[in-house]
């Protein structure tokens, strides 16, 4: 087992990040929604955000190695890296053995890891996500989200809006329902597009994620999930028409909603509400 002190000495006489990436020609692949963070200034930054970094830190498509060496100069007990990528991997290489046994290095495709069940608590995930399916696996991972003790995630700003959106935001949708439902969220700052390679079109956004212990109101995830897609899927409409095909106006009075309301102004006690009277009426007609 190295020393905290021999690892650091050895990850910061480490070729920079640009040079070892020229070195091993690895251009960016826009299908694998790879952005590379070259500056560890800000990388670390991000590592910092996070909070204490003890237990397992786990971090999704770590590409060069950026934002992985900024996790273990920040102090992580132990780093969980999952890159799908074989030439990140070979990048990789004299991170992991400058890192020793404090960095795991698997390649995988995130989306089919149970990561929930990698490492030892408290665990957390801080990633750089590859926008193409950033959202993808952030509701995978809420449906498991007591498993960690936070998310520092990068999203592009329109996710991130949408991720924390309060009840009347023009961004509150199906997403800011099952967050809040499950989480506390807030966007920490904000990432601009020129502090990548290549730069994308947007600006970028670290939100932190902070699980409850137990949902905020009771009902089912799936009556949750469907009732959301349904209700705003037709965003514009009164709820008493969007939902119309479920029960409509009965089962919004049932649950104590206003029939004339959007779902944009529905706050999330009230979906929840709406969840389980749909479930319930949906159990009696089946």
């Known amino acids: ?5 021999s690892i650091l000495d050895q990850i910061e006489a480490l070729p920079p990040l ?28 991000i590592a910092r ?5 003890s237990g397992t830190t786990i971090e999704i498509g770590p590409g060069p190695g950026g934002l992985t060496r900024a996790l273990l100069l920040e102090g992580a007990d132990q780093v969980i890296a999952i890159e799908k990528d074989p030439r990140a ?4 290489a004299g991170l992991s053995k400058a890192a020793g046994d404090s960095l795991d290095l698997i390649e995988a495709d995130a989306m089919e890891s149970a990561i929930w069940e990698m490492g030892t608590p408290p665990r957390r ?19 498991h989200a007591n498993a960690f003790e936070s998310m520092t995630l990068m999203f592009q700003r329109e996710v991130a809006e949408r991720i924390t959106a309060k009840p009347g935001d023009s961004a509150y949708g199906r997403l800011s ?23 994308p079109k947007v600006t970028s956004s670290i939100v932190q994620i902070v699980p ?11 009556a949750l999930e469907d009732l959301t897609r349904i209700a705003f899927g037709q965003r514009r409409k009164m709820l008493r028409s969007s939902l119309k095909k479920i029960g409509g106006e009965t089962l919004l009075r049932a649950a104590d909603v206003d029939p004339e309301r959007r779902p944009q102004d529905i706050d999330v006690a009230s979906f929840c509400r709406l969840a389980l009277q749909a479930e319930a009426a949906a159990q009696q007609t089946g």
Request: charge should be positive.
């Open 125 to 143: 995930i801080i990633a750089n996500l590859p926008y193409n399916i950033a959202t993808t696996l952030f509701i995978n991972w809420l449906s």
């Open 177 to 199: 329902v099952l967050t809040h439902w499950l989480a506390d969220s807030e966007i920490l700052f904000d990432v601009p597009a020129s502090a990548f390679v290549p730069a």
């Open 49 to 53: 955000s996070a909070g204490v970094l």
């Open 89 to 92: 991997v070979d990048i990789l």
């Open 212 to 222: 409850l212990a137990a949902p905020r109101y009771p009902c089912s995830k799936k």
């Open 1 to 5: 087992m190295k020393g905290r002190q």
């Open 18 to 45: 640009r040079q070892l990436v020229e070195m091993m020609d690895m251009r960016a692949r826009k299908s694998l929604g790879q952005n590379f963070l070259f500056d560890l200034n800000l990388t670390r930054r």
